[in-house]
């Protein structure tokens, strides 16, 4: 992790994430919607399981919690789908996650320089791209084109082992 | 607002210059084989005309000078003062290149290979020079060319050919509220007409609405193109008061000084058509169009022109997105006037008729607008010509291409997509297939290899084929590769059908030696994935000696299937109907216990994927499942669901490239009630099926 801008005039949204607080730069974000119903994609990585409707456009929904390395969270009241704008591999693409909870837009009160400390985290530091605090709580900004970008690797080894079983299907 | 007019203009004319870009090249090829085919020469120098013009006019004057040394090699050519040679025809085509390189540094792409437009420039230059026209070969260097001055009472130009006719541009500016009266614009016109050959365009559209724009900001409302052999003076005399009242700026063409005779009659003709959105070409030649300059020929030819217009493809898949939001939209009224049905009958009538009414229009929507994204594939064939014949000056061989189903219509973005593999497979054939001329005659076949590019329909796809008369794929030598590579273990024998699939896999190539072109084992792992994409295919035949034909099927639009809705479980997906043969219901016994799950239907085993575990989807099979059989025509497999929910006409949204992995589905849809549904791969779980069938038969 390399020293963060020192100073940080951004507005981000606020949202939990497996009892833990991460912020999404706004400028990223289409819309907040509730949790309607979500089409399972099989043979998919896991952490874009699924499919939802949003507004007409079919948009894959990501769970940030598998990709975090975080307990997955619970379904409650309180669950929504944060729409986002991405490019992937060059193509625009619309994207929702799930979010336990959406707090508020904000700017930050202060921003970490230096390494970001290990210490207290349980995320995977290589998704975050700044630590700033926000009444005197960590906040921590998530690199959401990190995330989404080298998205398929990691998931490669089980894809093949989840191909595996398809052959034995009908053997 | 200089700049954004200009801005517009250039963006119209680097359109256009991309299609004649095309043209010329496509023409220039057609050429070489038919060099006595005068209306390919006439359309060659008339498109050069259009560049050059519309070069002008958008302010690049580099290029504008560059096309003008060409055009007048191509009027040499046109005149029979150069012979068309083998040399003549590379120059031209590199021109081509150049032409490319200019149209890559205005839209920005790369910047201008100056070495190269220069070393061709001065070639042409040269070439022209030999032809015997008086003008030595001059430095591409820009020339100004001050008109002489002219006595009060000038002559036409054409009776003191000594006096060079010169293209003024003058484009008014004006205030939105100080737009000058008709009367006032027909003097000025008239003026303008006494002193040459006028052209004057109308840019009312610019002007902000009545009462809207900025008070004070002038605003392009007219261009007048005046091809005279007088000074600027007796122009800017013409204006009268306009010059003090408006803002006018001045320009001219500037011209190389070997100018032909009635050039100048003929760059106003192509400044004309930069600002004339391109329909069919007239192949005549330009001059016969443009004897004498009456506006009433430039209208009649404009509005003849109009005939077609251009849309950015954009607003055609918006178009295209609406439709597909309305039959899903339809889709739920059904639904929900088929719930209506029982309680109410007369009422319920009334409604249905409406709506198949509705829904019949609907389909003729969907119809025009999937049309409208529809494009010939010739034009993509069009490309292969060059590839072909640079290949062969480079390597030596003998090809001859061989294009037929040129005028099959295909979705716009197929024809973009498949560019790309297509000149793969070309590649690979005129590689790996065609022999040398010297080894092919000692084979007995002609010393020119054969090539065939096809485009067909057939059951709603679009089938492109690739043949070639060339040595064949040689199967053993493929299964040999991709042992070495550790691809197929040692002692695991494979049928000829799973051999010839290995050459789809990554670094095996069927190539003894490895060449510049290919051989690498890279590209027909690419062909396909890039096939895929489109939901479409890739079939392999070959016949060692003999030659290799490839077809590729890709379905005819990307946007809308037919399909049938299938559950399992509580998931939902879409077979498209195109692939399925029957479906058969079953009980859960016979299939569960049956060792082998395979089915027999028409004395022919058919393996089953039960997409309830393939798709790890949880919950019990009811007693009885459903069994849909898909086709490709040879293969078959069947797939087991817990129930069909009927027909539908489905809009395909494609999966986003965070699921690129996903190779089960080729998309998605959403349903009456905004559930989102997958729409199977049938081709790919056709394979699935087959490959276990054939490692069922091995035991």
Request: hydrophobic share 30%.
């Given at each position: 992790m390399t020293a963060t801008k020192a100073q940080d005039c951004e507005q981000y949204l606020t949202i939990a994430l497996g009892g833990e607080l991460f912020a999404i730069q706004v400028g990223l974000v289409r819309d907040i919607l509730d949790v309607a119903l979500i089409t399972a994609v099989p043979t998919a990585p896991l952490f874009v399981g699924g499919l939802i409707n949003v507004r007409g456009q079919v948009a894959p929904l990501a769970d940030l919690c598998l990709r975090l390395g975080l307990p997955p969270g619970q379904r409650t009241i309180n669950t929504r789908v944060v729409v986002i704008e991405i490019v992937v591999d060059g193509v625009a693409t619309i994207v929702g996650i799930l979010a336990d909870k959406v707090y508020e837009v904000t700017r930050l009160d202060a921003v970490v320089t230096g390494e970001i400390p290990r210490i207290g985290m349980q995320w995977r530091p290589e998704f975050v791209c700044l630590l700033g605090k926000r009444r005197n709580e960590f906040v921590a900004v998530l690199d959401i084109d990190r995330i989404f970008s080298s998205s398929l690797q990691p998931e490669e080894p089980e894809l093949r082992e989840k191909s595996g079983a398809r052959a034995r299907i009908g053997s | 607002m200089k700049d954004t007019h200009m801005l517009e203009t250039q963006s119209i004319f680097l359109e256009e210059l991309a299609e004649l870009i095309q043209e010329i090249e496509s023409d220039l090829l057609h050429l070489e084989t038919t060099?006595?085919?005068?209306t390919l020469v006439d359309r060659l120098f008339r498109n050069l005309h259009t560049i050059k013009g519309g070069a002008g006019v958008a302010g690049m004057e580099p290029l504008a000078r560059y096309t003008h040394a060409v055009e007048n090699m191509l009027d040499m050519l046109r005149t029979g003062r150069l012979a068309l040679s083998q040399d003549l025809a590379s120059l031209l085509l590199e021109t081509v290149d150049c032409l490319k390189s200019f149209q890559a540094e205005a839209t920005g792409e790369a910047p201008l290979d100056v070495e190269k437009t220069n070393r061709s420039h001065h070639k042409i230059l040269g070439a022209i020079g030999a032809g015997g026209l008086s003008q030595a070969a001059a430095p591409p260097a820009p020339v100004e060319s001050p008109a002489p001055p002219l006595p009060e009472q000038a002559a036409p130009p054409e009776q003191t050919p000594p006096l060079r006719p010169e293209t003024f541009i003058v484009q008014i500016y004006v205030r939105r509220d100080e737009t000058p009266l008709a009367e006032e614009q027909e003097q000025v016109e008239a003026a303008l007409r006494e002193r040459g050959d006028l052209l004057a365009i109308s840019h009312e559209h610019n002007l902000p609405p009545e009462?809207?724009?900025?008070?004070?900001a002038y605003y392009l409302w007219r261009s007048f193109h005046l091809v005279a052999s007088c000074d600027r003076a007796r122009v800017e005399e013409a204006l009268g008061d306009w010059r003090t009242r408006h803002n006018v700026e001045f320009s001219t063409l500037t011209l190389l000084p070997e100018s032909p005779p009635n050039q100048d009659a003929i760059d106003a003709e192509a400044a004309k058509d930069a600002h004339v959105v391109l329909g069919e070409l007239a192949c005549a030649p330009p001059a016969a169009l443009f004897d004498s300059a009456s506006p009433d020929r430039f209208q009649a030819h404009s509005s003849q022109k109009l005939s077609s217009i251009r849309v950015d493809i954009g607003k055609l898949d918006n178009l295209v997105n609406l439709v597909g939001e309305m039959i899903t939209t339809e889709a739920r009224l059904d639904r929900f006037q088929e719930s209506l049905e029982l309680r109410d009958t007369e009422s319920s009538v009334a409604l249905r008729n409406i709506l198949d009414d509705s829904s019949r229009t609907l389909r003729e929507l969907q119809d025009h607008a999937l049309n409208m994204r529809m494009v010939p594939i010739g034009t993509v064939f069009e490309l292969m010509h060059r590839l072909v014949r640079d290949y062969c000056r480079q390597s030596g061989k003998q090809a001859r291409l061989t294009v037929s189903g040129q005028d099959t219509e295909v979705d716009k973005k197929v024809c973009e997509q498949i560019s790309g593999p297509l000149k793969h497979l070309l590649r690979n054939s005129l590689d790996h297939g065609l022999e040398p001329p010297a080894e092919r005659l000692a084979r007995g076949k002609k010393a020119t290899g054969e090539l065939l590019l096809r485009a067909y329909q057939q059951f709603g796809l679009i089938l492109i084929e690739v043949k070639d008369d060339?040595?064949?794929?040689?199967v053993a030598q493929v299964v040999a590769s991709a042992r070495a590579k550790g691809l197929v273990a040692e002692g695991v024998e494979l049928s000829e059908r799973e051999a010839l699939e290995l050459?789809?896999?990554?670094?095996?190539?069927?190539?003894?030696t490895i060449t510049e072109v290919s051989g690498r084992g890279v590209g027909m792992d690419v062909v396909k994935r890039d096939i895929e994409a489109m939901r479409g295919a890739v079939d392999v035949v070959t016949e060692h000696g003999k030659g290799t034909s490839i077809t590729v099927s890709i379905p005819l639009t990307l946007a809308i299937i037919d399909g049938l809705l299938v559950r399992v479980g509580e998931s939902y997906y879409v077979v498209p109907l195109s692939y399925v043969e029957e479906h058969l219901e079953i009980p859960v016994k016979d299939i569960r216990s049956c060792a082998t799950n395979f089915l027999d239907s028409r004395e022919e085993l058919v393996p089953l994927l039960l997409l309830r575990d393939l798709f790890h989807i949880a919950g019990e099979p009811p007693i009885t499942e459903k069994i849909v059989v898909v086709t490709t025509g040879e293969r078959r497999v069947g797939l087991v669901v817990d129930q069909l929910m009927g027909y539908q006409q489905t809009v395909i949204k494609s999966l986003s490239p965070l699921h690129k992995g996903v190779r089960c589905f080729s998309g998605a849809t959403i349903l009456g009630d905004g559930r989102v549904a997958l729409i199977l791969d049938v081709l790919h779980l056709i394979e699935l099926g087959q490959d276990s069938a054939e490692r069922q038969r091995s035991f």
């Open positions: - | 060099p006595e085919d005068r009462g809207g724009g900025e008070p004070d060339g040595r064949g794929i040689d050459i789809f896999a990554p670094s095996v190539s069927t190539a003894a």
